[in-house]
């Protein structure tokens, strides 16, 4: 069974993503990856929320990010 999470919004077509504890208006980042990797992320429940949590958590661990600024936990 699929879900589909987020709002309806006048203007748009489907849904808009809400983003957990993400708020305000924010933007998209989308990539492509290669097939094996792909395949694995797709079996990610909240596929998205962990994307967000291994990004912060290598931007933190290079420097690029300050532990205070970060919106969202890096754990895994």
Not at 13 to 28: A, C, E, L, M, P
């Amino acid at each position: 069974m699929s879900h589909t999470y987020g709002k309806a919004v006048k203007g748009h077509r489907g849904f808009v993503s809400q983003g957990k504890d993400i708020g305000g208006d924010v933007k998209v980042i989308g990539c492509k990856f290669p097939p094996e990797v792909d395949a694995v992320l797709r079996t990610l429940p909240n596929r998205s929320e962990k994307l967000r949590q291994w990004v912060i958590r290598c931007m933190l661990e290079e420097g690029l990010l300050d532990q205070h600024s970060s919106t969202q936990s890096p754990n895994s």
